[in-house]
């Protein structure tokens, strides 16, 4: 009996275990493939695997070896049991093994590592793209290319999956293995669609996904379409709709910062200075779009790299040519054309670029003028680049650029002695008006290893203005009939040269070095050698009477003829993930200005921070420390040719800025983006002319006319963009404040006032709708409360009985609000060689007429009077009116391009 219940007993014992294996092992298995929602936060390990064992069902077998280096923070929804390990233990020091019911956990091995790295480029031009995203997918890293289309990634041995995308462009994906280090040069082909471009890579340098804050890319598409005076596609135009940028006055390209003046601003043309980058008087910026390929503007958390001004930074790249196609755009205007034309010179080995833009209306007014009033005005842009390509190691870049307004006015007149003398009187007087930009520059790119990438630049660059003044006079002997006879000869002749400048020796070679995808390093230098000439001044008067010489005398003022500066930098920065959702951006800028036997010496530490949160969140930090060794000398607020550039002196000192800033982001909400930022500038000797002192074309005894003191600025910048779709756009509202302080008492008394481009609320709005691939239309509204301006509000008598002016203050009126609408519409129709567009556009739209310029107008008003006397007298009174002008009504105009 005992031994069948003991056969029973082991029969039922195999049945349960049967039933385990074809019951129990299905349900494991069913487990492991089941989709499920798991949420923790900071958790140790052994919180983690408790945790996911109670979710799942599953057993955790480890041994003491096992750690891991940071906290477990996961918010996954509807992942597998393996989806969830492989997000946990990516940058951990641990595999898994999933064995039926069972998880093991072991150290992991470790691997070797490979660097992978080329160019990206443009498959039908073979033009580099900067900033294209290059993501792993199966690790979650990635990085960017260069603004020399340059990348490099370095990752563990084993498959591999790249996914190369560009806005604009194809995603591609390469799948491989990735046994040793690999050279790949990738090429994107264009996508008609602008869809959605996911940014793959922490390794921005601009945007919401950046370390870094307060730096936007604007994009050329978004140049190009944005509606301009005279449909003139406008960069600084543009640059002008962002928040925290304002125009000074309204129309004009000049750029106010964040509360700081026209001379803070670094405008980089391919890496080289621009001291004017204005054409008209401002009206117009010097760059042609069709000659650009990248804009950049930083307006704050400046990288280490950068140097030399305090309140933004405009890094703008030129094309670099197709080296495949030959291609090209003409476009005609109602006041410039242009032309553009790319192509090979070598196919994949040598390209060409060139642009070429100028003004007409010298041409179209020259007719209509009098014989002897002629005058005329023009300005004209030339941009030349040559690339060559020696390998894929190293790469050569030739560039130049041109630029010149001129501007001339001649007048005769001939007739008869007006003091009864039997003579004739000719007149001759001309004025020629010149200033300009030429720049000259070879760029050499080399890789030196996977790791280690070089740009080492040579540039000469040079901005002069000059003025030069002739007048001539003549007086012959006359006959009765008004002939001209040979009794009489006298004649006077006067020529006056007036002339400015700035020209700079530089030299510069970066380096960029990527030890890890998480590990990006950026260092250099950089010297320059400047030469000012604020102002010569050479004029000379001939005399002569029936042919002697009766004064011939050349006057020369060259006192300040020469002022030479040595300007020497050093940097290092360093951006690094230092956690999962931690970045940090980290860097130094070392410079030292040398000039008239002093030398200034500055360390500029600059500090960005950036946290993921979950969701779209982020929250960004930064400190910035700038200093500037040039200073600009005008006393005009539109931009003049007649501003001076000077350098810091042994009694001017540089000026210095340091900005605080943090920001909140959002990207949620696909295809839009929110940011919400807050910034203190704080900025010592920045310099104000002294009470009733001024400047204009004349930089003499200019350190005893201006005072050095501390400025603020402090706001609040709001963006709200749609980047993808048939419309785009963005609306950006700032909140600011900007003021200066001088204590010594010699610029209004010593008290805080508002800086004259203060102005409190400004609104932004641009949009871009495409109805078709025929029709697009662009809008922009701006709002801006008014700046100030200095106006006497009353006037007081003295005991002489004479009135004076009555200020109370420095910058006292606040200019009314303005306001300005502007549209556009493009027809595009492709044609069998080529595609053209017409483009109407409406500059302020509905004619605000808002003051450009605010100044004050006397006259004398005669009142009749009965005199003590009993006689009639008259006494006259002045009256003072301030006239508002307005110098930008309402503007249509109409341009034609074909691109082949």
Same mark, same amino acid.
């Given at each position: 009996?005992?031994?069948?219940?003991?056969?029973?007993? $082991?029969?039922?014992?195999?049945?349960?275990?049967?039933?385990? %294996? &074809?019951?129990?092992?299905?349900?494991?298995?069913?487990?492991? /493939?089941?989709?499920?929602?798991?949420?923790?936060?900071?958790?140790?390990?052994?919180?983690?695997?408790?945790?996911?064992?109670?979710?799942?069902?599953?057993?955790?077998?480890?041994?003491?070896?096992?750690?891991?280096?940071?906290?477990?923070?996961?918010? !996954?929804?509807?992942?597998?049991?393996?989806?969830?390990?492989?997000?946990?233990?990516?940058?951990?020091?641990?595999?898994?093994?999933?064995?039926?019911?069972?998880?093991?956990?072991?150290?992991?091995?470790?691997?070797?590592?490979?660097?992978?790295?080329?160019?990206?480029?443009? /498959?039908?031009?073979?033009?580099?793209?900067?900033?294209?995203?290059?993501?792993?997918?199966?690790?979650?890293?990635?990085?960017?290319?260069?603004?020399?289309?340059?990348?490099?990634?370095?990752?563990?041995?084993?498959?591999?999956?790249?996914?190369? +995308?560009?806005?604009?462009?194809?995603? $591609?994906?390469?799948?491989?293995?990735?046994?040793?280090?690999?050279?790949?040069?990738?090429?994107?082909?264009?996508?008609?669609?602008? /869809?959605?471009?996911?940014?793959?890579?922490?390794?921005?340098?601009?945007?919401?996904?950046?370390?870094?804050?307060?730096?936007?890319?604007?994009?050329?598409?978004?140049?190009?379409?944005?509606?301009?005076?005279?449909?003139?596609?406008?960069?600084?135009?543009?640059?002008?709709?962002?928040?925290? %940028?304002?125009?000074?006055?309204?129309?004009?390209?000049?750029?106010?910062?964040?509360?700081?003046?026209?001379?803070?601003?670094?405008?980089?043309?391919?890496?080289?200075?621009?001291?004017?980058?204005?054409?008209?008087?401002?009206?117009? +910026?010097?760059?042609?779009?069709?000659?650009?390929?990248? %804009?950049?503007?930083?307006?704050?958390?400046?990288?280490?790299?950068?140097?030399?001004?305090?309140?933004?930074?405009?890094?703008?790249?030129?094309?670099?040519?197709?080296?495949?196609?030959?291609?090209?755009?003409?476009?005609?205007? !109602?006041?410039?054309?242009?032309?553009?034309?790319?192509?090979?010179?070598?196919?994949?080995?040598?390209?060409?670029?060139?642009?070429?833009?100028?003004?007409?209306?010298?041409?179209?007014?020259?007719? &209509?003028?009098?014989?002897?009033?002629?005058?005329?005005?023009?300005?004209?842009?030339?941009?030349?680049?040559?690339?060559?390509?020696?390998?894929?190691?190293?790469?050569?870049?030739?560039?130049?650029?041109?630029?010149?307004?001129?501007?001339?006015?001649?007048?005769?007149?001939?007739?008869?002695?007006?003091?009864?003398?039997?003579?004739?009187?000719?007149?001759?007087?001309?004025?020629? &008006?010149?200033?300009?930009?030429?720049?000259?520059?070879?760029?050499?790119?080399?890789?030196?290893?996977?790791?280690?990438?070089?740009?080492?630049?040579?540039?000469?660059?040079?901005?002069?203005?000059?003025?030069?003044?002739?007048?001539?006079?003549?007086?012959?002997?006359?006959?009765?009939?008004?002939?001209?006879?040979?009794?009489?000869?006298?004649?006077?002749?006067?020529?006056?040269?007036?002339? *400015?400048?700035?020209?700079?020796? +530089?030299?510069?070679?970066?380096?960029?070095?990527?030890? /890890?995808?998480?590990?990006?390093?950026?260092?250099?230098?950089?010297? !320059?050698?400047?030469?000012?000439?604020?102002?010569?001044?050479?004029?000379?008067?001939?005399?002569?009477?029936?042919?002697?010489?009766?004064?011939?005398?050349?006057?020369?003022?060259?006192?300040?003829?020469?002022?030479?500066?040595?300007?020497?930098?050093?940097?290092?920065?360093?951006?690094?993930?230092?956690?999962?959702?931690? *970045?940090?951006?980290?860097?130094?800028?070392?410079?030292?200005?040398?000039?008239?036997?002093?030398?200034?010496?500055?360390?500029?530490? $600059?500090?960005?921070?950036?946290?993921?949160?979950?969701?779209?969140?982020?929250?960004?930090?930064?400190?910035?420390?700038?200093?500037?060794?040039?200073?600009?000398?005008?006393?005009?607020?539109?931009?003049?040719?007649?501003?001076?550039?000077?350098?810091?002196?042994?009694?001017?000192?540089?000026?210095?800025?340091?900005?605080?800033?943090?920001?909140?982001?959002?990207?949620?909400?696909?295809?839009?983006?929110?940011?919400?930022?807050?910034?203190?500038?704080?900025?010592?000797?920045?310099?104000?002319?002294?009470?009733?002192?001024?400047?204009?074309?004349?930089?003499?005894?200019?350190?005893?006319?201006?005072?050095?003191?501390?400025?603020?600025?402090?706001?609040?910048?709001?963006?709200?963009?749609?980047?993808?779709?048939?419309?785009?756009?963005?609306?950006?509202?700032?909140?600011?404040?900007?003021?200066?302080?001088?204590?010594?008492?010699?610029?209004?008394?010593?008290?805080?006032?508002?800086?004259?481009?203060?102005?409190?609320?400004?609104?932004?709005?641009?949009?871009?709708?495409?109805? *078709?691939?025929?029709?697009?239309?662009?809008?922009?509204?701006?709002?801006?409360?008014?700046?100030?301006?200095? %106006?006497?509000?009353?006037?007081?008598?003295?005991?002489?009985?004479?009135?004076?002016?009555?200020?109370?203050?420095?910058?006292?009126?606040?200019?009314?609000?303005?306001?300005?609408?502007?549209?556009?519409?493009?027809?595009?129709?492709?044609?069998?060689?080529?595609?053209?567009?017409?483009?109407?556009?409406?500059?302020?739209?509905?004619?605000?007429?808002?003051?450009?310029?605010?100044?004050?107008?006397?006259?004398?008003?005669?009142?009749?009077?009965?005199?003590?006397?009993?006689?009639?007298?008259?006494?006259?009174?002045?009256?003072?009116?301030?006239?508002?002008?307005?110098?930008?009504?309402?503007?249509? *105009?109409?341009?034609?391009?074909?691109?082949?």
């Amino acid at each position: 009996m005992h031994y069948y219940l003991y056969c029973l007993r $082991r029969f039922t014992r195999f049945i349960l275990l049967l039933w385990i %294996v &074809f019951r129990i092992a299905p349900l494991a298995a069913q487990d492991k /493939a089941a989709r499920l929602d798991f949420h923790i936060r900071q958790a140790t390990l052994e919180t983690f695997v408790s945790q996911l064992e109670k979710a799942t069902g599953f057993s955790f077998i480890y041994g003491e070896k096992i750690q891991l280096k940071q906290p477990v923070t996961l918010d !996954l929804r509807q992942q597998t049991v393996g989806e969830i390990l492989q997000k946990a233990f990516e940058h951990e020091p641990v595999t898994f093994k999933i064995s039926g019911t069972h998880i093991l956990l072991h150290e992991r091995p470790e691997s070797r590592k490979y660097t992978i790295s080329g160019y990206v480029t443009d /498959a039908v031009s073979s033009e580099t793209l900067i900033g294209a995203n290059i993501l792993e997918s199966r690790r979650r890293v990635g990085t960017t290319t260069n603004p020399f289309g340059y990348y490099s990634i370095t990752l563990p041995e084993g498959e591999t999956e790249l996914f190369f +995308s560009y806005l604009g462009y194809e995603t $591609r994906h390469e799948h491989f293995f990735l046994g040793s280090d690999t050279l790949m040069n990738v090429r994107l082909a264009t996508n008609n669609q602008l /869809a959605e471009v996911v940014v793959l890579s922490d390794k921005k340098e601009t945007g919401i996904h950046a370390t870094a804050m307060s730096a936007l890319e604007i994009p050329m598409t978004q140049i190009r379409n944005t509606p301009a005076i005279l449909g003139e596609a406008d960069i600084l135009k543009t640059i002008q709709l962002m928040p925290g %940028v304002q125009a000074g006055t309204e129309g004009f390209s000049g750029l106010y910062v964040r509360g700081g003046g026209p001379d803070q601003n670094l405008i980089l043309l391919d890496g080289i200075p621009i001291y004017n980058a204005d054409h008209m008087l401002g009206v117009f +910026s010097i760059f042609t779009p069709e000659a650009m390929k990248k %804009v950049t503007l930083f307006k704050g958390s400046f990288p280490a790299r950068y140097g030399g001004r305090l309140s933004s930074i405009v890094d703008i790249r030129t094309n670099d040519g197709d080296m495949q196609n030959y291609h090209g755009t003409v476009s005609v205007g !109602l006041l410039t054309s242009k032309l553009h034309l790319e192509g090979p010179i070598i196919k994949d080995k040598t390209s060409f670029c060139l642009t070429g833009r100028r003004t007409y209306l010298d041409l179209v007014a020259r007719p &209509f003028l009098p014989d002897d009033k002629k005058y005329n005005y023009y300005f004209y842009d030339i941009n030349a680049k040559v690339n060559h390509k020696f390998s894929d190691r190293s790469r050569l870049f030739l560039s130049f650029y041109k630029g010149k307004d001129h501007y001339d006015y001649k007048q005769d007149k001939e007739y008869d002695g007006y003091d009864g003398a039997p003579r004739m009187y000719f007149y001759n007087s001309r004025i020629d &008006f010149n200033w300009g930009n030429t720049i000259a520059a070879g760029r050499w790119n080399y890789v030196f290893n996977n790791k280690l990438f070089s740009n080492t630049t040579v540039a000469y660059n040079h901005y002069q203005m000059v003025m030069a003044d002739s007048y001539r006079k003549e007086i012959t002997g006359a006959d009765e009939d008004g002939n001209v006879t040979s009794d009489y000869n006298e004649s006077y002749v006067y020529n006056s040269d007036y002339r *400015s400048g700035i020209h700079d020796w +530089s030299f510069q070679t970066d380096f960029d070095y990527t030890p /890890a995808p998480n590990h990006h390093i950026k260092f250099g230098g950089s010297y !320059l050698f400047h030469t000012f000439r604020p102002e010569i001044t050479t004029s000379r008067v001939r005399e002569n009477e029936n042919g002697q010489a009766a004064q011939d005398t050349v006057y020369n003022d060259s006192s300040n003829s020469f002022l030479h500066g040595h300007e020497c930098a050093l940097y290092a920065e360093d951006n690094i993930d230092i956690a999962d959702r931690l *970045s940090l951006n980290a860097g130094v800028h070392l410079s030292l200005f040398y000039t008239e036997g002093k030398g200034y010496l500055s360390a500029q530490p $600059r500090f960005s921070g950036r946290y993921r949160f979950e969701h779209g969140f982020a929250a960004k930090a930064s400190f910035t420390q700038m200093e500037q060794y040039v200073h600009l000398l005008s006393s005009s607020p539109i931009a003049l040719p007649t501003d001076l550039w000077v350098p810091v002196t042994k009694n001017i000192r540089p000026m210095r800025s340091y900005q605080y800033a943090a920001g909140g982001y959002y990207t949620g909400l696909k295809g839009w983006e929110f940011s919400l930022e807050g910034y203190y500038k704080d900025m010592h000797n920045v310099l104000e002319y002294q009470d009733g002192a001024s400047f204009f074309g004349t930089s003499g005894g200019w350190q005893e006319k201006v005072e050095m003191g501390r400025g603020r600025s402090f706001g609040l910048e709001i963006l709200a963009q749609k980047t993808i779709g048939k419309t785009t756009g963005w609306l950006g509202y700032t909140i600011a404040k900007s003021d200066r302080l001088f204590k010594d008492g010699t610029v209004n008394n010593g008290e805080r006032f508002p800086y004259k481009y203060d102005r409190r609320h400004n609104i932004n709005f641009c949009l871009n709708h495409a109805f *078709s691939k025929k029709t697009d239309v662009g809008i922009t509204w701006i709002f801006n409360t008014g700046g100030t301006a200095t %106006v006497a509000e009353k006037q007081t008598g003295t005991e002489w009985g004479n009135l004076i002016d009555y200020i109370s203050h420095r910058n006292n009126y606040r200019l009314p609000i303005s306001h300005r609408l502007n549209l556009s519409i493009n027809f595009h129709k492709k044609l069998r060689r080529g595609t053209q567009t017409w483009n109407i556009s409406i500059y302020n739209a509905y004619n605000a007429m808002t003051p450009n310029l605010v100044y004050k107008e006397e006259e004398y008003i005669g009142q009749q009077h009965i005199g003590p006397d009993g006689n009639p007298e008259t006494i006259w009174k002045r009256k003072t009116r301030l006239i508002k002008q307005t110098l930008l009504p309402c503007v249509p *105009s109409v341009t034609y391009t074909f691109r082949f």
